[in-house]
């Protein structure tokens, strides 16, 4: 970056940099990969005046996500015989839809260009509105108007499971989310 024209960067991390919602305490080692980066980007920030926005993304989904994400595994196995085991269900998700990120990201950029006094800042990507994993099921099995076979409790939660996501980060300024949960789960269906 010292050695280019850089010198505004938006950077993104992950609300799973903060296990039992503690200031630093990675989930995995993708979080801590995500920590170290930031880590990174301050030594710019300091040494090279370059002006960096964090955005902590929580739970992303939308339509053209491949990954094998819930999601998309609760949709690939809906009105078949077959089915999926997954964990009692309790922990909360934050689910953020794509459009609303990629709205985040627009902002991001607009608040750096706007803002001379942003050096290094971090804010959350989230809606506030926390579903336990097993209503989220739920409500997506109604939006499919079908049956969805989940066995829930078939499987421990993961090592380090995040129960509850944690809310400490400031929302970006002038962003809100624009698409309700049940609105996205709607979009995701007709992919």
């Known amino acids: 970056m010292q050695y280019s024209s850089t010198r ?3 950077n993104t991390g992950t609300y799973w940099q903060n296990y039992n919602s503690d200031e630093y305490n990675p989930v995995d080692l993708y979080a801590a990969t995500k920590e170290a ?10 040494a090279f005046g370059i002006r960096v926005i964090t955005l902590r993304l929580y739970d992303v989904y939308g339509e ?4 094998p994400k819930l999601l998309n595994l609760l949709k690939e196995i809906a009105d078949t015989e077959r ?12 689910m953020v839809y794509i459009s609303d990120v990629c709205s985040a990201y627009l902002q991001a950029c607009e608040l750096l260009y706007s803002d001379p006094l942003i ?3 971090i804010y959350g990507v989230y ?20 049956n969805i076979k989940v066995n829930l409790g078939k ?3 993961k090592n380090r499971e995040v129960m ?14 624009a698409i309700s949960l049940q609105e996205g789960l709607q979009k995701f269906n007709k992919r």
């Open 8 to 10: 505004l960067f938006i």
């Open 37 to 46: 980066f930031e880590k990174i980007l301050k030594y710019y920030v300091d």
């Open 64 to 67: 053209d996500d491949k990954r």
């Open 83 to 94: 089915s999926i085991d997954v964990s009692p269900g309790e922990q909360y998700l934050d």
């Open 119 to 121: 050096e290094n800042e």
């Open 127 to 146: 809606t506030g509105e926390k579903i336990r994993l097993k209503e989220l099921i739920e409500l997506f099995s109604d939006i499919l108007k079908c």
């Open 155 to 157: 499987r421990a939660y």
């Open 164 to 177: 509850e996501p944690m809310e400490h980060y400031q929302c970006l300024p002038q962003w809100r989310p």
